[in-house]
C-alpha cells in the first residue's frame, strides 16, 4: 500500500464528534498498551501519527486516521488497565459500545493481543462482542519481536484455544518495530477494503 497521505482527522469521545461516515473504516480494540498505536503507525510508516507510550492508557479517545482520502483506521481506547476508576471503565464501555452499533461504514474491527500472554477474560468479551457483530475476527498478535520464532505455534495455540478461535489463519503475529508480517497484513487489509468496494457498487 502507498502510503500519500496519512494524518489523525478526528479525535471523538461520542458520535456527533465522528468525522463523516463517507470512507469505510478499519478499527482497533486491544488491551491498553497491547500496542495499537504503534501497529498503526508501523502500518502507515510513520513514528508519532498516533500517539504511543509506555504508560497503559494512553488512547481514551477514539482516534481517527485518514488514509490517502480512501478509508480510515480507528484508534479505539484500551481496555483493562487496572489503574483506571469504575467509571472511566464505564465510559470506555460506552464510547466502543456507540461507536460499534452506530458506524455504518466500519467495515471491519480487528483485535489485538500480546503474543507473550494468553489473551484475558475481557480479550475473550471484546472477541465475542466483535463476533456477535458479525465482522471477521481476526486477531493481530503483537509483539512478535519478544519471542523466538520458534515459539509462535505454542503461543498462537493458547491464543485460538483462549479465544475459541476455528481458523488459526484468523491469527496473525506481528512486530511493529520490527515490521514483521506488515506486508501480510497489508494485503488482508486490501482484501477488506476491494470486497467493501464491491459490496456497495452492488
Ligand atoms: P493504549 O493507548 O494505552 O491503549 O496503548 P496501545 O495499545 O496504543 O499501545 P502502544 O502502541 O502505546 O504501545 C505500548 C508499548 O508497547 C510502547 O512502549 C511500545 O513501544 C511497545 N510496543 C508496541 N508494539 C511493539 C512491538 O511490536 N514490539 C515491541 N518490542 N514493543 C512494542
Ligand atoms: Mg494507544
Given amino acids: 500500500m502507498k502510503i500519500i497521505n496519512a494524518q489523525l482527522e478526528k479525535i471523538a469521545v461520542n458520535q456527533k464528534q465522528y468525522p463523516n461516515a463517507n470512507l469505510p473504516e478499519i478499527a482497533f480494540a486491544g488491551r491498553s498498551n497491547v500496542g495499537k498505536s504503534s501497529f498503526i503507525n508501523s502500518m ?50 460506552y464510547i466502543i459500545e456507540e461507536y460499534l452499533n452506530t458506524r455504518k461504514n466500519l467495515v471491519e474491527i480487528i483485535q489485538l493481543v500480546d503474543i507473550r500472554h494468553e489473551p484475558t477474560e475481557q480479550d475473550l468479551i471484546m472477541y ?43 491469527i496473525i503475529p506481528y512486530s511493529s518495530s520490527k515490521k514483521i508480517n506488515k506486508d501480510k497484513v497489508w494485503s488482508v487489509f486490501k482484501d477488506i477494503l476491494m470486497k467493501n468496494k464491491e459490496q456497495q457498487s452492488k
Fill in 44 to 93: 502507515l510508516n510513520r513514528t508519532n501519527l498516533a500517539r504511543t507510550s509506555g504508560k497503559p492508557g494512553k488512547t481514551r479517545t477514539i482516534n481517527f486516521y485518514n488514509i490517502n482520502e480512501e478509508f480510515r483506521f480507528v484508534d479505539l481506547p484500551g481496555y483493562g488497565y487496572a489503574q483506571v476508576s469504575k467509571k472511566e471503565k464505564d465510559k470506555w464501555g
Fill in 128 to 170: 465475542n462482542w466483535i463476533k456477535t457483530f458479525n465482522f471477521t475476527g481476526i486477531i493481530i498478535a503483537t509483539k512478535a519481536d519478544k519471542i523466538s520464532k520458534g515459539k509462535y505455534q505454542g503461543n498462537l495455540k493458547i491464543i485460538k484455544n483462549k479465544l475459541e478461535i476455528q481458523d488459526p489463519n484468523l
